[in-house]
């Protein structure tokens, strides 16, 4: 079986990077963000609900084909998601579905992120300054814009429902 990265596959790889469990292909967190990957997995027929595994913050299947290419995409991301399109979008979606916030002032940051993924949003043209562990986004507007079509978990907020809008 060849596996191929689609835009969809990416939004996962996104999502499971930050939120991975350690036990098979999977997130922890809180409920939107588990319901959000068993939802896609299956629309996406990486899984079937019989072997999708659920427990108390933790949704995962075991598969080690998809656990073997979500770590390659991983390794790769920086030659992977190099350009602005569907791919990086939903990669990005994903990163921030699962670490991502707008606090009240509308500053977007992505927590837990790596040297690699501050080279990865620069090269995209996302500027971004560290701040502990999070990336705070210099053009949260434009990041958002980027995404929005792309991102499933609700983060309800004013900012990101009025990038929503538009």
């Avoid at 596996?3 to 996104?14: F, N, R, S």
């Avoid at 036990?23 to 072997?51: H, P, R, Y």
């Avoid at 562990?133 to 907020?157: C, D, M, Q, S, T």
């Amino acid at each position: 079986m060849k596996i191929k990265l689609t835009p969809e596959l990416a939004y996962l790889v996104g999502l499971w990077r930050k939120a991975r469990t350690s036990e098979g292909v999977g997130v922890q967190g809180n409920e939107q963000l588990l319901e959000t990957f068993s939802t896609e997995a299956i629309e996406k027929e990486l899984t079937t609900t019989d072997k999708l595994l659920t427990e108390e913050d933790k949704a995962y299947f075991y598969h080690s084909a998809y656990r073997k290419f979500f770590q390659c995409v991983e390794k790769e991301q920086l030659e992977r998601f190099k350009y602005l399109n569907e791919y990086a979008a939903n990669y990005l979606a994903g990163l921030f579905d699962a670490v991502g916030h707008v606090d009240e002032k509308g500053i977007v940051s992505l927590g837990d992120m790596s040297k690699q993924d501050q080279v990865m949003l620069l090269r995209l043209g996302f500027g971004s300054r560290r701040r502990g562990k999070r990336l705070v986004i210099e053009r949260p507007l434009v990041f958002l814009a980027f995404i929005r079509n792309y991102v499933k978990v609700k983060k309800g907020h004013r900012v990101f429902d009025y990038i929503k809008q538009k």
